[in-house]
């Protein structure tokens, strides 16, 4: 039932049109260009994005470790970043997002843009295909029960709003089969740095008139969430040393000798966040995020 995934006492149904947010990532975000701007921080400059695209991509290898036989959904896909090279890896790939635009990219490198109709997966999609896209809401996946050996969500749920939180943990859960991984990225709402005002200005956990929603989620509560539902929930690492440096250089200006220096440091924390996995209160403090890794019994 719905109501077994709560996140908090009485959670406040906030307002949120969802055609709006697709157009916002499916018009608006895609002016930007860039891919890593348009699909995680469209403020930041390149060498930022890129150093948390290696920490990020490089953990999620380290335990997922695609192969041949897997059958992954990538939850909120955007342009393929993620799915892409898992499909390279021998995987087969699904990814979902709600941005028919988005879709399209993705999978107009690999498959075909398919329906919404719950569907029934291929046990072997054959060596040509290794991927399919699906323009679908995280909080009603159109697949059956037990579908995935895993599945993976990075950084969705900051986009949206705590009731779509809980109806979208229900639906990984519900699709993942049992024993199976799902590879959860959250913001770190404990963190100095992230509560400080300056760090998105429009992080006002409400949807803005051209459809972006930016929040804060509940750690604890989600984690919490998942332990209530029998999952096995671990942290696999966050990346303290990334945000130190990222709230560091926050809108400083920087000429060109300094830019090189910058995007040698934010290459070296990823590094440093990566051969620290377990941090402990040092990224309590400090980390921008904390990835999971939960089992679904």
Same mark, same amino acid.
């Given at each position: 039932?719905?109501?077994?995934?709560?996140?908090? +006492?009485?959670?406040?149904?906030?307002?949120?049109?969802?055609?709006?947010?697709?157009?916002?990532?499916?018009?608006?975000?895609?002016?930007?260009?860039?891919?890593?701007?348009?699909? $995680?921080?469209?403020?930041?400059?390149?060498?930022?994005?890129?150093?948390?695209?290696?920490?990020?991509?490089?953990?999620?290898?380290?335990?997922?470790?695609?192969?041949?036989?897997?059958?992954?959904?990538?939850?909120?896909?955007?342009?393929?970043?993620?799915?892409?090279?898992?499909?390279?890896?021998?995987?087969?790939?699904?990814?979902?997002? /709600?941005? $028919?635009?988005?879709?399209?990219?993705?999978?107009?490198?690999?498959? *075909?843009?398919?329906?919404?109709?719950?569907? +029934?997966?291929? +046990?072997?999609?054959?060596?040509?295909?290794?991927?399919?896209?699906?323009?679908?809401?995280?909080?009603?996946?159109?697949?059956?029960?037990?579908?995935?050996?895993?599945?993976? *969500?990075?950084?969705?749920?900051?986009?949206?709003?705590?009731?779509?939180?809980?109806?979208?943990?229900?639906?990984?859960?519900?699709?993942?089969?049992?024993?199976?991984?799902?590879?959860?990225? $959250?913001?770190?709402?404990?963190?100095?740095?992230?509560?400080?005002?300056?760090? /998105?200005?429009?992080?006002?956990?409400?949807?803005?008139? /051209?459809?972006?929603? *930016?929040?804060?989620?509940?750690?604890?509560?989600?984690?919490?969430?998942?332990?209530?539902?029998?999952?096995?929930?671990?942290?696999?690492?966050?990346?303290?040393?990334?945000?130190?440096?990222?709230?560091?250089?926050?809108?400083?200006?920087?000429?060109?000798?300094?830019? +090189?220096?910058?995007?040698?440091?934010?290459?070296?924390?990823?590094?440093?966040?990566?051969?620290?996995?377990?941090?402990?209160?040092?990224?309590?403090?400090?980390?921008?995020?904390?990835?999971?890794?939960?089992?679904?019994?």
């Amino acid at each position: 039932m719905i109501a077994t995934i709560r996140l908090g +006492r009485r959670p406040r149904r906030a307002r949120y049109d969802r055609g709006a947010a697709e157009r916002y990532w499916g018009e608006e975000r895609p002016r930007l260009g860039d891919e890593l701007r348009i699909v $995680l921080s469209a403020g930041e400059p390149p060498w930022v994005n890129a150093a948390y695209h290696t920490w990020e991509t490089t953990l999620l290898e380290r335990h997922l470790r695609p192969r041949r036989g897997q059958c992954i959904l990538d939850v909120a896909c955007g342009l393929g970043r993620i799915a892409a090279p898992l499909a390279r890896a021998g995987a087969t790939v699904v990814g979902v997002d /709600n941005a $028919l635009a988005m879709v399209h990219a993705a999978a107009a490198k690999t498959a *075909c843009v398919t329906g919404s109709k719950r569907r +029934r997966l291929p +046990r072997d999609t054959g060596p040509a295909v290794r991927s399919a896209f699906v323009h679908a809401f995280s909080s009603s996946l159109p697949f059956v029960d037990a579908s995935f050996h895993a599945v993976i *969500c990075l950084g969705l749920f900051e986009h949206i709003p705590p009731w779509l939180q809980a109806h979208t943990l229900r639906e990984m859960l519900r699709v993942a089969r049992r024993g199976g991984a799902i590879y959860l990225m $959250l913001l770190n709402n404990r963190s100095l740095l992230m509560q400080a005002g300056y760090d /998105n200005r429009h992080r006002r956990a409400r949807q803005l008139p /051209n459809g972006y929603y *930016c929040g804060l989620p509940d750690r604890d509560a989600i984690v919490a969430t998942l332990r209530r539902s029998g999952a096995r929930v671990t942290a696999l690492g966050s990346n303290a040393h990334y945000a130190i440096l990222r709230h560091a250089l926050r809108d400083r200006s920087l000429g060109p000798a300094e830019t +090189r220096r910058a995007a040698r440091a934010f290459a070296d924390a990823a590094m440093r966040d990566l051969s620290e996995p377990g941090q402990g209160q040092f990224g309590e403090i400090y980390a921008d995020h904390f990835f999971y890794h939960i089992v679904r019994r």
